[in-house]
């Protein structure tokens, strides 16, 4: 059966969230969450030089079940399958939700393809089936807002009686 996602927006100001991996996905990863004021950190044995120098917490070493207390959500992005699985496990466990980078069948949530404009969110999914696909969307819904959004959202335009 296909998995359904519910597409919501969730708060991560100031909450915790671990990346397992510290390569160039995880630093993609963290970029983006950064962009949502969470307090991201790394675990992971060798460290990117884009994380060392972005002034991101990290722990260079082994991953353990002990990394995800006080998280409320991890993103594996270690590129080794018996460890994904056991993050997925431990996680499920722990309550803390869980995203195995590009393995949507292993993943409790997934993240869209994401333009924001002042207080807008276009979100972009495709239940992790086809990421590219939802970032080529997103850039066309970009590049198209880029230049339009002022006009789309002058609601004076519908007068009194509203949209």
Not at 37 to 62: H, M, R, T
Request: charged letters at 25%; hydrophobic letters at 35%; proline letters at 3%.
């Amino acid at each position: 059966m296909q998995r359904k996602y519910l597409p919501i927006s969730l708060d991560i100001t100031n909450q915790k969230i671990l990346i397992i991996g510290a390569g160039k996905s995880a630093f993609s990863k963290g970029t983006i969450l950064k962009r949502f004021d969470a307090e991201i950190e790394f675990v992971a044995l060798e460290i990117c030089d884009e994380i060392k120098n972005s002034g991101w917490p990290y722990k260079q070493k082994a991953y353990e079940p002990s990394d995800l207390e006080g998280y409320i959500m991890v993103y594996s992005c270690s590129n080794n399958q018996k460890l994904d699985c056991q993050i997925r496990r431990d996680a499920k466990q722990k309550g803390v939700l869980c995203n195995i980078h590009d393995k949507p069948k292993m993943c409790q949530y997934v993240s869209p393809a994401v333009y924001q404009y002042k207080n807008m969110t276009v979100a972009v999914a495709s239940s992790g089936r086809d990421v590219f696909k939802s970032i080529k969307l997103r850039n066309h819904l970009r590049d198209y807002l880029d230049q339009h959004i002022e006009e789309i959202l002058d609601f004076s335009q519908y007068g009194e009686e509203g949209i």
